[in-house]
């Protein structure tokens, strides 16, 4: 993959802020089970399995997710700079009042407090902290990457996330630690499509040293240059806010960046930090809302966005992960949709009829995979199990009993699609996989003429080895249809699967 210092378009930033929001929710799941574990070594598979000291279930988020929301949530609504830290306030005391099964030591105290006594919680935590001066947990960082998905000026940005952090943890380690990963949070997702190596993961946190204290420049300094030379394994005492932090930059810089598809090193990074042991799940969530913000949402795995679920409140409805992704792509919009309606929207199949009239169109891929275009959907449904979108769909377009992924693939060019060669391959060993598990399986676009028979042809390419070319001609044949220029050229950079490098 060719890397430019130019800007990202718009659409790259969109992915990158809901890849904030994702990747960090499905760090949290994948680290639940080995929370306060030992390390594990490099050769433990990690998936989403669930368990753990609480029972997680698979795919489960935790309290790290759960504040996260009140954040989120409010974001979503369009809350107003002004309205946030209060709005923050009410949720984070709501979410206690639901009686959540995780609850970290610092956020406990200041929240049951609050609720007990009826004072803010600026004034409890205030008091809270008088009495343990020395108290500097990771429970405000793990919660605050959402506030870099705001477009403020860096200082109020650095204002928002110091009173943000200060309704629970008003130590300055706490609040200077969420500054400086919130900022590089924000910057992350607007600066140019270079690729991040090691140093330079460094200087994009190192960068918002100016937005602190004078005097607490060079010990943050010297903290952040201790990443570069100290494996993440060393910050096994993550549970204080700047180890924690410590170990998330050093998983992101000692974690190798795949030279074939490298927004892989979102997983690996992630992975890296779920293996340093001790608070895995917020180490690990604090890596992805970086890795996420520079990776995007696309290069989220789709085996870990299928398990992906959790909690607001216990008061709540379950949320699924395709709904956090919703309510992310809101945040990072003001609290607005897209022009026609998307994320909330509950039908776009009216649209489609009125802009893309065509007939019902599907093809038998291969057992178990029926390929075409919307239209076809309706009828497609009493026959599967499993939909994977290539296009934006409503919010009821597929029924809740139904499995449902919307796929970010745009067919607009490739700058929009920086992680082309990723999202091709694991949609198509997605659908494999799900085939293999029984599923049957219906992929489509909207019209099913470009991205449609891209997926078919990588689908072709990475289960059955075919050559690409050849691929690309038999999905042509089978759909009547080639793949736009781009998406053709990225079928042609990838291999039958388990060759990549």
């Given at each position: ?10 659409n ?6 809901v ?28 998936e989403?399995?669930?368990?753990g ?14 504040t996260?929301l ?40 200041v929240?049951?407090?609050?609720l ?37 000026p860096?200082?109020d ?11 629970t ?17 924000n ?10 190596q ?9 960068d918002?040293i100016?937005l602190?204290?004078?005097?607490h ?21 993550n549970?204080?806010?700047?180890a ?14 795949p ?14 930090a779920v ?12 890596t992805?809302?970086?890795?996420g913000?520079?990776?995007?949402a ?24 395709f709904?956090?992704e ?14 026609i ?10 649209y ?17 995979v ?16 499993v ?8 919010r009821?377009d ?33 659908v ?14 909207v ?8 997926i ?15 691929a690309?001609?038999?999905?042509a044949h ?13 079928v ?10």
């Amino acid at each position: 993959m060719t890397t430019t210092s130019s800007a990202p378009s718009e659409n790259v930033q969109r992915d990158r802020a809901v890849g904030a929001v994702l990747a960090s929710a499905a760090g949290d799941a994948l680290g639940a089970p080995h929370e306060f574990g030992p390390p594990l070594a490099a050769d433990v598979v990690l998936e989403m399995t669930g368990g753990g000291s609480l029972a997680w279930e698979p795919g489960e988020w935790t309290d790290d997710t759960q504040t996260t929301l009140a954040i989120l949530g409010p974001l979503a609504k369009g809350a107003a700079q002004g309205q946030l830290v209060d709005e923050v306030e009410q949720q984070l005391l709501r979410w206690m009042e639901s009686r959540p099964r995780d609850v970290g030591g610092q956020t406990l105290a200041v929240l049951s407090e609050a609720l007990r006594s009826g004072k803010s919680l600026t004034e409890v935590t205030s008091t809270w902290q008088m009495l343990h001066p020395d108290a500097a947990g990771n429970g405000s960082l793990m919660r605050t990457g959402p506030l870099g998905l705001l477009d403020l000026p860096r200082h109020d940005l650095a204002n928002l996330a110091a009173s943000v952090s200060a309704l629970t943890h008003a130590s300055d380690d706490a609040a200077e630690a969420c500054i400086l990963w919130s900022d590089a949070i924000n910057r992350s997702i607007s600066t140019p499509t270079t690729t991040p190596q090691g140093r330079g993961w460094i200087d994009l946190v190192a960068d918002g040293i100016t937005l602190l204290p004078p005097a607490h420049g060079e010990l943050w300094r010297v903290r952040l240059e201790a990443c570069g030379t100290t494996v993440p394994e060393e910050f096994i005492h993550n549970g204080w806010v700047v180890a924690a932090l410590q170990a998330a930059l050093s998983s992101l810089i000692h974690t190798e960046v795949p030279q074939d598809q490298p927004c892989r090193h979102l997983r690996l990074a992630v992975e890296r930090a779920v293996r340093v042991g001790g608070d895995t799940d917020t180490v690990a969530a604090i890596t992805g809302s970086l890795a996420g913000a520079r990776w995007g949402a696309s290069a989220v795995p789709l085996e870990w966005r299928r398990q992906l679920h959790g909690r607001s409140t216990y008061a709540d409805p379950v949320l699924r992960g395709f709904e956090l992704e919703g309510l992310a792509r809101l945040a990072g919009n003001r609290g607005e949709t897209d022009s026609i309606g998307w994320p909330v929207i509950e039908s776009l199949i009216p649209y489609y009829q009125k802009h893309f009239p065509a007939e019902a169109s599907t093809v038998q891929l291969d057992e178990g995979v029926t390929v075409g275009n919307v239209h076809a959907l309706v009828d497609q449904i009493p026959r599967t199990d499993v939909v994977v979108s290539l296009c934006r769909m409503g919010r009821m377009d597929v029924p809740d009993h139904l499995e449902h992924h919307v796929v970010g693939l745009i067919d607009t060019g490739r700058a929009d699609n920086p992680n082309l060669e990723f999202v091709l391959a694991d949609t198509a060993d997605f659908v494999a996989d799900r085939v293999a598990a029984g599923r049957q399986v219906f992929v489509h676009c909207v019209m099913a003429e470009s991205r449609t028979p891209a997926i078919a042809a990588a689908y072709l390419v990475r289960t059955h080895g075919c050559n690409p070319g050849e691929a690309l001609q038999q999905a042509a044949h089978a759909i009547g249809s080639r793949p736009r220029t781009f998406l053709a050229e990225g079928v042609m950079n990838l291999a039958p699967r388990g060759r990549q490098a």
